[in-house]
């Protein structure tokens, strides 16, 4: 039996109606399901626990890659299995994972869909799943809250996208992994589980999720005149090839900075630098849609 954990205010109402149309066809084919609905922030780690203790088969997260995370992080290690209805604004560990956005093909995933171990990652000693990283995506992150005040939707992100632009800052980093160290003056380092982040940016498109490695990404040395040329490839992730870009696999890294930087995991701001980046190899029991 399916059971899902369902935030209603994800996606700025999207969910209400995206899980009023799953129940629908849940009704209609007669699939049995119960529901726990996350009230407020991080309700849905106290409800993924009870769902735990009442032995639930099938978990699901249904709503933005803030749900996702709360409930994945509460299914580490316990070998319950964890499906992604994905209703909020960027979805992109369910786009990392080919789980589809469209309502029929996405519950045909969580009914036959593949169960598989992914990994999953730390940022110091927080979980994440899908990118976490810090520099220019955190920058345009909380400049896109402080507009969702007065705009809704894509315009909030395009105004928080250009104020990050306006106030652009390079910080020097010194980055050690097992294979080497380097320093740079960093406009964004991101640690990669999954492919994409920021509602379909494709940062990292080597990434697996299975591989018991992250893909980093470093873009550096950057200006004003030339980082709209990058963003605009970075966005469709043809963006190894630049002299700017440094990628590579690793198990972990190590991140100091000349002053301390916030850090963005799965799309939330928590803690800051100095950072190590490690990868959780097979933590996670998922289920996954058919790789394309």
């Known amino acids: 039996m399916l059971h899902f954990i369902f935030n209603p205010i994800a996606g700025h109402g999207i969910s209400q109606k995206k899980f009023k149309e799953l129940e629908e066809l849940l009704k209609k084919h007669g699939i049995e399901y119960t ?72 519950l045909d995933v969580l009914l036959n869909g593949e169960a598989r171990e992914i990994d999953a990652a730390k940022a110091n000693d927080d979980l994440y799943f899908n990118v976490a990283g810090f520099g220019f995506d955190v920058d345009v992150l909380i400049n896109t809250e402080r507009f969702k005040k007065r705009f809704k939707g894509l315009t909030a992100y395009v105004l ?47 990434a697996d999720t299975s591989d018991g490695l992250l893909d980093i990404c470093v873009i550096s040395d950057v200006t004003r005149l030339t980082v709209i040329s990058v963003l605009s490839k970075f966005i469709k992730g043809r963006h190894l090839a630049l002299p700017m870009v440094k990628y590579f696999k690793t198990t972990q890294i190590s991140v100091e900075s000349e002053r301390p930087l916030q850090l963005q995991l799965d799309g939330e701001v928590i803690g800051s630098t100095p950072v190590t980046f490690k990868v959780l190899p097979k933590a996670l029991l998922i289920k996954t849609g058919k790789t394309p």
């Not at 980055?175 to 991101?190: H, N, Y």
């Open 35 to 106: 529901v726990s609905c996350s009230e407020y922030p991080g309700h849905s780690h106290a409800l993924t626990q009870q769902a735990v203790k009442d032995g639930r088969e099938i978990i699901v997260a249904a709503g933005g890659d803030g749900t996702v995370r709360e409930v994945a992080h509460e299914l580490v290690g316990k070998g319950v299995t964890m499906g992604i209805f994905p209703c909020g604004t960027g979805n992109d560990l369910a786009r990392t994972l080919n789980i589809p956005q469209d309502t029929i093909e996405a």
């Open 160 to 206: 928080g996208l250009f104020s990050a632009l306006f106030g652009l800052k390079l910080s020097r980093v010194r980055i050690t992994s097992p294979e080497e160290t380097f320093e740079c003056s960093a406009l964004l380092v991101a640690a990669c589980n999954g492919t994409h982040f920021g509602g379909g940016m494709n940062v990292a498109p080597k």
